[in-house]
């Protein structure tokens, strides 16, 4: 055996133990790359996955939640979801084995693929380099993506205004909170009116039933149309107040007796608020 064949075969057997030991210690690594999606809709993440090149290869039914199974076939990749009640529950890396039984095809080997194998290992340590070297990569832009969904959402609960541009995720987080807001506040509104309603029958009766003017339906109104539409319904303003990002008005309808307040804020109505006719006096 020449010295250069005998030098040839060590180079190949180190290359192959190298890109064992490499495969080996980078299997079963943490995955946070897709944390942010952990209670987004199911139709939001798994337009997330596939924009990202997961194909879903299998679900199933398990402990009353639907497990879903995706391959990157790129990135040799194998990702779970579980998912309930329209929401995606957690993400999580598994084994490329999980994926194998929905991916693995028939097929025999020709005595080729054996003798290339070693060829394949060399080249496999610098691809497996280079593939983590592109996930590290996507782990900063889900990372970077999740800091701007929760900034977003902060926002979007302090009601503040979004001067500039921003992501995609920043905008979600926003919208979320804004959505979740306003659901919250039209909800303790319908409790306010039905308290108020009630009372003001017991207290006044039956005829003056008839005169009761409902604001309800102005919540949400851009200012100038709500303020339009309670001009047409007998009240004038009385008194207000401005602040540096939102305005208090008090608004009278002698006719019905009613004092409603409006808060104005990011140029809507927010929740008209029916308040003691003596405030309007």
């Known amino acids: ?19 064992i030991a490499f495969s080996s210690m980078t299997a079963g690594a943490a995955n946070n790359e897709f944390q942010y999606l952990t209670n987004n809709g199911i139709q939001n993440s798994h337009n997330a996955l596939e924009g990202r090149g997961y194909q879903q290869v299998h679900s199933e039914i398990n402990n009353n939640q639907n497990q879903v199974v995706w391959w990157n076939s790129q990135q040799k990749d194998c990702v779970v979801t579980n998912e309930r009640f329209g929401k995606t ?12 039984p929905y991916i ?13 194998a ?3 290992a060399i080249a496999g340590i ?37 001067y ?20 919250r506040a039209s909800s303790r509104y319908s409790n306010n009116y ?5 009372d003001y029958n017991h207290h006044f009766g039956a005829p003056h039933e008839s005169r009761y003017v409902k604001v309800a339906d102005l919540y949400n109104l851009r200012a100038s149309a709500g303020e ?14 401005k602040g540096w990002r939102s305005s208090s008005v008090l608004w009278v309808n002698e006719d019905a007796q009613e004092c409603v307040s409006v808060t104005t804020k990011d140029g809507r109505f927010q929740m008209p608020a029916i308040v003691a006719m003596s405030q309007c006096a």
Do not use: W
């Open 194 to 198: 039905n308290n108020y309603h009630n």
């Open 228 to 241: 339009q539409e309670l001009i047409n319904r007998g009240f004038h303003a009385i008194d207000g107040a």
């Open 164 to 183: 500039g541009s921003h992501s995609d995720a920043y905008n979600n987080g926003y919208e979320t909170a804004r959505r979740e807001r306003e659901e």
């Open 104 to 116: 693995r095809k028939e097929s025999g080997m020709s005595p080729m693929v054996g003798l290339l």
């Open 1 to 19: 055996m020449s010295i250069q064949h005998t030098i040839s075969c060590r180079i190949t057997t180190l290359a192959v133990a190298s890109a």
């Open 89 to 100: 529950t957690s993400v999580y890396d598994v084994s490329k084995s999980d994926c194998d």
């Open 118 to 120: 070693g060829a394949a």
């Open 126 to 162: 610098a691809a497996i380099a280079n593939h983590n070297k592109h996930k590290q990569e996507a782990r900063d832009n889900e990372a970077r993506n999740n800091e701007d969904y929760e900034q977003g959402y902060q926002d979007g609960l302090e009601r503040y205004h979004r």
